[in-house]
Structures are given as C-alpha cells and as structure tokens.
C-alpha cells in the first residue's frame, strides 16, 4: 500500500487487504453527468477472481489528505486483466479524477470486504432499491439473478442515457425523483412493496442507496415486513 493513507489504510492494512495499482486506458461520457473509466487491472482479477456486485476501494487525493470510495467492477475481463467503473459526477475529488482520467493515469486501489452469495432458493422476484451511484451494482445484480424478474425503484439521475442493462419484460424500473432527503423513495417503496410481496413466494430484496434511506428501508423490511435476514441485503453507498 502506497504512504499516506492514513488510518483507514492501516485498518484495511491489519484486516489482510489486497493493494494493486490501476492504470487509465481510457474513459468515455455516457451522459453529462455520468461518466465510464476504463482501466488495467494491476493483476488484481487474476489474484482475487470476480463475484457479482464486486467492489474495490479507490485512494484519491482530498487536498492533501488520502480518501477512499468504494466502486463496482464493470464488465470485469479476468483474461485480459480489465475492468470499467462507472462515476456518477458531482462535486468531490473523487469525480474530480474521473473527469479527468486519461490513459496512463495511475490509481491505488484496495480489495477488502467485498462479497457475494447467491440467494438459495433463487428469487422468485427480486426487489431493489437504487441510485446513479449504485447503478453499477444493479446492473451486476439482475445479470447474476438472471432470469428472475425483478421490481426497481430509482432515485435521481435521468433515466434516459443511463447505462442500465435491463430487460423491458422481466424488469419494471419505476423512477422517481429524489425529494425530502430520499423520505420520497422511503414512503414510495413503503406504499407499494407490501402489495408487491403478497404471492411472492421467495422474494429477495437489495437496497443500496445513501446511509439514511438505506437503513430505514432496511428495517422496514425487517422488522414490519418480517422478511428474514438471509432474503434482504443492503449497504449504504453514500452519506448525505
């Protein structure tokens, strides 16, 4: 691991965390504010394998202090040693390297934490929650669920333009605008998900949107829902 990242990379450092180096070979607008890097891996796929929704930490320079975000691989070629990432742009360092990324440009990177397992039974319809942030790993989560239909429900962003890899007649993207500090997304879901659940006989559900929403989306399914652990999963993606 490069110098200078601080605590969070001598935690990462002590919990056995993998550090490559990614190398720009070059990058693309998919719409104004939504942008793909291309990138060589540093030998990273060769050395970890690749799960769906895969992530891995990115070390950028925050004024002269190290911070990290956590990104999912997109399209993932072990055998050629490549991957994209997919940057929803705002204001903020890390969009501010993607904006600028050209080929040669160097990145560190750490792999810790990332995981995935495929739900047993397979879902019968899958239920998600997400965001232009965490379009990446949606996209990556219909593909290994495939073809299990799936209800999503996205917040913000435009639809139109957007990289989304779904199919019209198995999955219904609902899209809504993000109002409230996302209580519109909460109180969405809350009217529409009990309904949606009757008859569904192994459902599973994916939430990841920023921290807050999540975790009461998240216990909103758990506890008033009752769905079991083993059948949600969720993780914020972003603070607001």
Request: net charge negative.
């Given at each position: 691991?490069?110098q200078?990242?601080?605590?969070?990379?001598?935690?990462?450092k002590?919990?056995r965390?993998k550090?490559?180096v990614?190398?720009v070979t070059?990058a693309?607008?998919?719409?104004?504010h939504?942008?793909?890097?291309?990138?060589a891996?540093?030998?990273?796929?060769?050395?970890?394998?690749?799960?769906?929704?895969m992530?891995?930490?990115?070390?950028?320079?925050?004024?002269?202090?190290?911070?990290?975000?956590a990104?999912?691989?997109?399209d993932?070629?072990?055998?050629?040693?490549t991957?994209?990432?997919?940057?929803?742009?705002?204001?903020?360092?890390?969009?501010d390297?993607?904006?600028?990324a050209k080929?040669?440009d160097?990145?560190?990177?750490?792999i810790?934490?990332?995981?995935?397992?495929?739900?047993?039974?397979?879902?019968?319809?899958v239920?998600?929650?997400?965001d232009p942030?965490?379009?990446?790993?949606l996209n990556?989560?219909?593909?290994?669920l495939?073809?299990?239909?799936a209800?999503?429900?996205?917040?913000?962003?435009?639809?139109d333009?957007?990289?989304?890899?779904?199919?019209?007649?198995?999955?219904?993207?609902r899209?809504?605008?993000?109002r409230?500090a996302?209580?519109?997304?909460?109180?969405e879901?809350?009217?529409?998900l009990?309904?949606l659940?009757k008859?569904t006989s192994?459902?599973?559900v994916?939430?990841?949107?920023d921290t807050?929403?999540?975790?009461?989306?998240?216990s909103?399914v758990?506890?008033?829902?009752?769905?079991p652990?083993q059948?949600?999963?969720?993780?914020?993606?972003?603070?607001a």
């Amino acid at each position: 691991m490069g110098q200078g990242h601080g605590w969070e990379g001598a935690v990462l450092k002590l919990l056995r965390a993998k550090d490559f180096v990614f190398t720009v070979t070059g990058a693309e607008d998919v719409t104004e504010h939504y942008r793909r890097v291309h990138l060589a891996d540093g030998g990273m796929l060769a050395a970890t394998g690749v799960h769906p929704t895969m992530w891995v930490r990115l070390w950028f320079d925050n004024a002269g202090k190290p911070h990290q975000r956590a990104y999912t691989l997109v399209d993932p070629d072990p055998a050629a040693g490549t991957f994209s990432l997919e940057f929803a742009l705002h204001e903020g360092c890390a969009s501010d390297w993607a904006r600028t990324a050209k080929p040669g440009d160097t990145i560190e990177a750490t792999i810790h934490g990332t995981g995935f397992e495929q739900p047993d039974p397979a879902p019968s319809h899958v239920f998600a929650v997400a965001d232009p942030a965490s379009l990446p790993a949606l996209n990556s989560l219909l593909t290994a669920l495939d073809p299990s239909p799936a209800t999503v429900w996205f917040e913000g962003g435009e639809h139109d333009g957007l990289p989304f890899r779904t199919t019209p007649s198995r999955h219904d993207i609902r899209t809504l605008p993000r109002r409230d500090a996302g209580a519109h997304l909460v109180a969405e879901v809350k009217e529409a998900l009990p309904d949606l659940l009757k008859g569904t006989s192994d459902p599973y559900v994916w939430i990841a949107c920023d921290t807050a929403t999540t975790r009461a989306l998240t216990s909103y399914v758990r506890k008033e829902l009752g769905l079991p652990k083993q059948r949600v999963n969720s993780l914020g993606y972003w603070r607001a």
